[in-house]
Nanobody, 123 residues
Framework: QVQLVESGGGLVQPGGSLRLSCAAS????????IGWFRQAPGKEREGVSC?????SRWYHTDSRFTISRDSAANTVNLQVNSLTPEDTAVYYC???????????????????WGQGTQVNVSS
């Protein structure tokens, strides 16, 4: 069974940081571009970061977000720093059957999605 599972979310104070993890089963994440997304209540799902496969290219829509791979663990991680209450959302990872990242605003190319991990930023 192909599955993505996010972890690392939780409650953090404004200004704090979290390291989110996307773990795969059923396939190897290194073969595909992996994106991170978030969806806040009442808002559309938005892309925040992506990392490509073999060419090691990556991007993030906010400099507070840093994406990385841990090939040995078959995970892709997202470091999120300087969090604000506006960052409160469910964070998802997704895989696309491509080596390169789609544009940040495009989600249709992603074929596998995790169920998300909740990030709450509150004092």
């Amino acid at each position: 069974q192909v599955q993505l599972v996010e972890s690392g979310g939780g409650l953090v104070q404004p200004g704090g940081s979290l390291r989110l993890s996307c773990a795969a089963s059923g396939f190897t994440l290194d073969y595909y571009a992996i994106g991170w997304f978030r969806q806040a209540p009442g808002k559309e799902r938005e892309g925040v970061s992506c990392i490509s496969s073999s060419d090691s290219r990556w991007y993030h829509t906010d400099s507070r977000f840093t994406i990385s791979r841990d090939s040995a663990a078959n995970t892709v991680n997202l470091q999120v720093n300087s969090l604000t209450p506006e960052d409160t959302a469910v964070y998802y990872c997704a895989a696309t059957f491509s080596e390169s990242c789609p544009p940040a605003g495009i989600i249709s190319d992603y074929k596998y999605w995790g169920q998300g991990t909740q990030v709450n930023v509150s004092s």
